[in-house]
């Protein structure tokens, strides 16, 4: 009788331990899968601007004409676009590099500079 009793609380054992497995494994696949479903939606709602094709901006270039008082600077900050630059030094140094003039250049009155601007 004892190895009858000693049978059943085995068996009993390897039963609990069995769906013990099972209720693991069940929670570890479902959590993958949550995760799996979370990780595609959130790709899935980025949006980047910047890839978009159909919004292509090109760089063209216009001749400005310097009037008394004009800089560089006093330039960049009226033909500023806040989004193609981070920052006014930034168009700045562009601008100083395509006229190939140091940004803190003293600008004749009557000459023209070469300054950027995107359109589509």
Request: hydrophobic share 35%; glycine share 2%; charged share 20%.
């Amino acid at each position: 009788m004892r190895t009858t009793m000693t049978r059943v609380t085995n068996s009993k054992k390897i039963r609990r331990d069995i769906i013990f497995k099972r209720r693991l494994i069940t929670i570890c696949v479902l959590a993958s899968i949550m995760i799996s479903i979370f990780l595609f939606l959130s790709y899935s709602f980025n949006s980047d601007a910047s890839n978009n094709t159909n919004n292509k901006q090109y760089r063209y270039y216009a001749s400005v004409s310097i009037c008394n008082g004009d800089s560089v600077w006093s330039i960049a900050e009226e033909h500023m676009d806040d989004l193609h630059y981070r920052n006014t030094r930034e168009f700045v140094t562009d601008i100083a590099h395509i006229n190939q003039i140091s940004p803190d250049a003293k600008l004749k009155e009557g000459t023209n500079i070469i300054v950027p601007y995107y359109a589509d």
